[in-house]
């Protein structure tokens, strides 16, 4: 079977420049413009940066727009299986053929010049957005925001700030509140921002740079409030209180998403049945995700299979929290990660939870951590672990000596993207 056009095209555009991450905005904003500028005819743009919790929050906001009738097109990274993913059109994945031809169009716009591969494919989903009728335009931030390549939008509806924590320091910069100032890059003059929880310190960034601005904040805490009472998701601001289902995504963590994304909609006076369909209608794959079927759970039938593609000190954190709830079983984990990774910060919380931990390299990934170095950063972080070839041979270790183990498969979104695809 012949290689789909979109991946050859999108084969050729890593290949434009010769840094993965370039943070500067010059090379974006000069195919933009060859392309008459597709940033100024986007439906109204909820901009969306953070840490942790874009993609969730941004799941939440997609499902209860869309649970009110409307139609949004949404821009995340990475994907997970296939690149389609990262580009839906009014709600649905963008087909093959139209990517190939949005892919085609950049390529010839942009020429011999250097352009990242993130940068060129950000400005095929602008012209896609462009050029497809919806209600609003969900952009989530590539890495930082100030210098993404998402910030190219002079007046968005709404931005939207999830928590600030330490991650792509070599970037952002090397303390909280250097990567809470690149983070409050997207906030524009005049424009509201709904600001999850934070640290004090990242707050103070973010609250002192809207004041410069004259952007009005409601911020978690001080706007709004949300929590849970007896099974329910109880959300509270000025307009009244919200008494809901819990978010469809587990984990503690998801209720404070759950509350953000609440926040933009009840902004954008969507009504309660977008505020219900944000909790009960929302799908993320690999965040806590329960794989079952496919060859990894048929390799242990009588194990408890879950996927998660977190990856830094705050997501190992959450997850242990998470585990910390679930009904008792030996918990074994199945991890990969990436060399620019805060690999100790990750699994430090972690090690009280964990049995044991396999080790495996991230399959076709170059900055991949070797095998036998995330083995010995988790027995540094104080757990038992070994290696294994690859993820169902990691799984068949663990089921052959505790076959009712409960198996967290973790440590990338890279490494989730490729069980998915060979899990089925």
């Known amino acids: 079977m012949s290689q789909p056009h979109s991946d050859l095209l999108l084969d050729r555009m890593m290949r434009l420049h010769p840094k993965v991450i370039d943070l500067v905005m010059d090379r974006v904003l000069r195919l933009l413009d060859a392309l008459d500028r597709p940033q100024d005819r986007l439906p109204p743009v909820i901009h969306i940066a953070g840490t942790n919790g874009k993609g969730s929050t941004q799941a939440m906001i997609r499902a209860g727009i869309e649970g009110a009738g409307k139609t949004a097109h949404a821009y995340t990274s990475p994907h997970l299986v296939r690149f389609h993913e990262r580009i839906r059109l009014a709600g649905t994945v963008i087909g093959e053929d139209a990517l190939a031809a949005l892919l085609d169009e950049c390529l010839a716009a942009n020429g011999p010049d250097a352009i990242t591969y993130f940068e060129i494919t950000t400005c095929a989903a602008l012209l896609a957005f462009a050029r497809t009728h919806a209600d609003f335009t969900l952009l989530e931030v590539g890495l930082g925001g100030r210098l993404d390549a998402t910030n190219v939008v002079d007046r968005p509806a709404l931005t939207v700030i999830t928590p600030v924590s330490m991650d792509h320091e070599g970037y952002l910069g090397s303390d909280i509140r250097m990567i809470a100032a690149e983070k409050a890059g997207i906030l524009k003059r005049g424009v509201p921002c709904i600001v999850a929880r934070q640290s004090d310190p990242a707050l103070e960034v973010i609250e002192a740079r809207a004041e410069r601005l004259g952007a ?107 585990l910390a709830t679930l009904p008792p079983r030996p918990l074994h984990l199945v991890c990969g990660m990436l060399n620019t990774k805060d690999v100790a910060g990750y699994m430090t919380p972690l090690a009280a939870h964990a049995e044991g ?66 899990n089925g």
């Open 216 to 322: 009005p904040l409601l911020v978690h805490g001080q706007h709004w409030h949300v929590g849970t009472e007896r099974d329910r998701l109880v959300y509270q601001d000025e307009t009244g209180l919200l008494d809901l289902p819990l978010p469809a995504l587990p984990g503690a963590h998801q209720i404070d998403n759950a509350g953000t994304a609440l926040a933009a909609l009840r902004h954008l006076a969507l009504g309660e049945t977008a505020a219900e369909a944000a909790m009960t209608d929302v799908h993320w794959p690999a965040r806590m995700q329960r794989l079952r079927h496919g060859p990894l759970v048929d390799a242990a039938p009588n194990a408890e299979l879950w996927l998660d593609g977190g990856h830094n000190p705050a997501a190992g954190t959450a997850l242990a929290t998470h």
């Open 357 to 422: 931990l396999t080790a495996i390299a991230i399959p076709g990934e170059a900055n991949t951590l070797p095998a036998d170095r995330t083995a010995a950063a988790a027995r540094a972080a104080g757990m038992t672990a070994t290696t294994a070839d690859n993820a169902v041979a990691a799984v068949q270790q663990i089921a052959a000596a505790t076959p009712k183990a409960r198996i967290l498969i973790c440590g990338s979104l890279y490494l989730a993207g490729n069980v998915l695809r060979d």
